[in-house]
């Protein structure tokens, strides 16, 4: 079994940072690309960043420049660190990781999703 838990969303002022965690635990061999996605309601999911086993990372265009991706592979845990936030970037946002278990083939993983609410 391998699980994704994410951490760190709250309520934020626009202009202002937050920093989502998402940390992999279980029978995990190893974990290649990680990911962070967003969700509003009644809106398709949402592509945010993307950083591979190797340090590659992607970006959407609409974080360019304001959102940073990075990871631990000691911890297991990816990060998504946000800046200058808008109310805009208000979603649920998900963390996503393609995972090959001690046991059995690669696979997508997902997280439960943590609220990310900026507002005055």
């Known amino acids: 079994q391998v699980q994704l838990v994410e951490s760190g969303g709250g309520l934020v002022q626009p202009g202002g940072s937050l920093r989502l965690s998402c940390a992999a635990s279980?029978?995990?061999?190893?974990?290649?690309?990680m990911r962070w996605y967003r969700q509003t309601p009644g809106q398709q999911q949402e592509f945010v960043a993307a950083?591979?086993?190797?340090?590659?990372?992607n970006y959407a265009d609409l974080v360019k420049g304001r959102f940073t991706i990075s990871r631990t592979n000691a911890e297991n845990t990816m990060y998504l660190q946000m800046n200058s936030l808008k109310p805009e970037d208000t979603a649920v946002y998900y963390c996503?990781?393609?995972?090959?278990?001690?046991?059995?083939?690669?696979?997508?993983?997902w997280g439960q999703g943590t609220q990310v609410t900026v507002s005055s």
């Open positions: 950083l591979d086993s190797g340090g590659s990372t």
């Open positions: 279980g029978s995990i061999f190893s974990i290649y690309t």
């Open positions: 996503n990781a393609d995972v090959r278990p001690i046991r059995g083939n690669i696979g997508g993983y």
